[in-house]
């Protein structure tokens, strides 16, 4: 069974940063996309970042150039640096994975398409 164990968030001040990490475990898909997602409240989840088991990623235009999303294979653990926060990075941050091809391209920002998922972790920011 898989399972995903996300941590870091917290509250912040406008233009200041976070590191995310998710913690997964039970993984043993070859190859497989991993993702952050982050839902607001009275909106729907929306795609943040995605990263192939290549390495290739994909970011949303909200926050392509102020958000990077890494790996550490070693130690099975996925990462999202947030930089330059915005008040409307406030949400509920989720890390998902799903087995697919080896390129991110084949990985997709739409939250429903991943089977494991975290119980996520509250990024606030104040402006």
């Known amino acids: 069974q898989v399972q995903l164990v996300e941590s870091g968030g917290g509250s912040v001040q406008a233009g200041g940063s976070l590191r995310l990490s998710c913690a997964v475990s039970?993984?043993?898909?070859?190859?497989?996309?991993m993702g952050w997602f982050r839902q607001a409240p009275g909106k729907e989840h929306e795609g943040v970042a995605l990263?192939?088991?290549?390495?290739?990623?994909e970011y949303a235009d909200s926050v392509r150039g102020r958000f990077t999303i890494s790996k550490d294979n070693a130690k099975n653990t996925l990462f999202l640096q947030m930089h330059s926060l915005k008040s409307e990075d406030t949400a509920m941050y989720y890390c998902?994975?799903?087995?697919?091809?080896?390129?991110?391209?084949?990985?997709?920002?739409?939250?429903?398409?991943?089977?494991?998922r975290g119980q996520g972790t509250q990024v606030s920011v104040s402006s």
């Open positions: 998902a994975a799903r087995p697919s091809g080896s390129s991110v391209v084949y990985c997709g920002m739409s939250y429903a398409m991943y089977m494991y």
């Open positions: 990263i192939g088991s290549d390495g290739g990623t």
């Open positions: 039970g993984h043993t898909y070859k190859d497989y996309c």
